[in-house]
């Protein structure tokens, strides 16, 4: 799947690393010096429940198709045009054509 030139937005990517606190819990901490820009497209959002320990959730799922393949891992965090909260890639899905992220608004 080729993504239309029209629907292509500027994505930007904070690529984040785990960090071990004093305490011995771990954190995410967005990597400042390796942030990147690329194209793709933001796929309308999907509603799906969530399972965990502690309940059950609903939560908003966007796919995002980039152009290309940008160096983006799971756990690394999005950015999209005209939004200031940060989204977290929770899912890659590579194709033989063309690669998947699932993200969701960052907690």
Known sequence: MRPRRRALVKITCLPTEPVTQVS??????????????????IMPPRRRLVRSVSGIRLSS?????????????VDDYLRFPGDTRN?????????????EYDVEVAS
């Open 87 to 99: 989204y977290t890639v929770t899912a890659l899905r590579a194709f033989p054509r063309h690669t």
């Open 61 to 73: 799922v966007w796919t995002v198709i980039p152009q290309g393949d940008p160096a983006v891992r």
């Open 24 to 41: 011995g819990g771990v954190s995410r901490t967005v990597i400042t010096s390796a942030v990147f820009d690329f194209y793709g497209v």
